[in-house]
């Protein structure tokens, strides 16, 4: 069984923000995979289903960002599972907008959410797909700037950044992490069918 957990904000406030690129690849994984999100546990909304014939949960915390950690600590002791199990997909200012990278483990580096997710397990060795969203203007707040939706320009790479999202989850899922980064994590970033 695996468990993809989205970052993002709910709400309409945070709809299509940059920080919630993560809640987005949940909504393309499920339409994708004909998976419902119509659930409602662990301080989120869920859907239940298969990607490549094994069971998935696909997640959207409700705590906000900062406490993203409070749901996935609830669902790795309710299920008991593998860390490694647990995917995170976030959003990310540290690489070139508009690519996708896998990680097997990190730091959270300045990502609250990912801070949040650390903090509640005790463990950072969880795999994780990040989006890059960018990086702020010279002297732009941080929170404004992930909170900011994407302009005209930006949206038709940010779409194609989350198709590539959902394809990084669906192959660590049926094949393995190797693969998924092997595939992803290519200097450019369009993933080779």
Partial sequence: MFVVIGLGNP???????????GFNTID??????????????FKSVYGEGLIGGEKVL????????NNSGITALDIYNFYKLPIENIIVVVDDIDIDFGT????????????????SIIFQLQKDDFPRVKIGIGDKRPGQDLANFVLSRFSKEE?????????????????????????AMNKFNTKGNKAQE
Wanted: charged share 30%; hydrophobic share 35%; proline share 1%.
């Fill in 58 to 65: 696909l997640v959207k915390p409700q705590t906000y960002m």
């Fill in 100 to 115: 996708v990278k896998v990680k097997r483990k990190g730091s959270a580096g300045s990502h609250n959410g990912l801070k």
């Fill in 155 to 179: 949206k038709q790479d940010i779409e194609e950044a989350i198709i590539n999202a959902a394809m990084a989850v669906e192959t660590i899922i049926k094949e393995d992490i190797n693969k």
């Fill in 11 to 21: 709400g309409k406030d945070y709809t299509n923000t940059r920080h919630n690129v």
């Fill in 28 to 41: 393309l994984l499920a339409e994708r995979n004909d998976i419902k999100i119509n659930k409602i546990k």
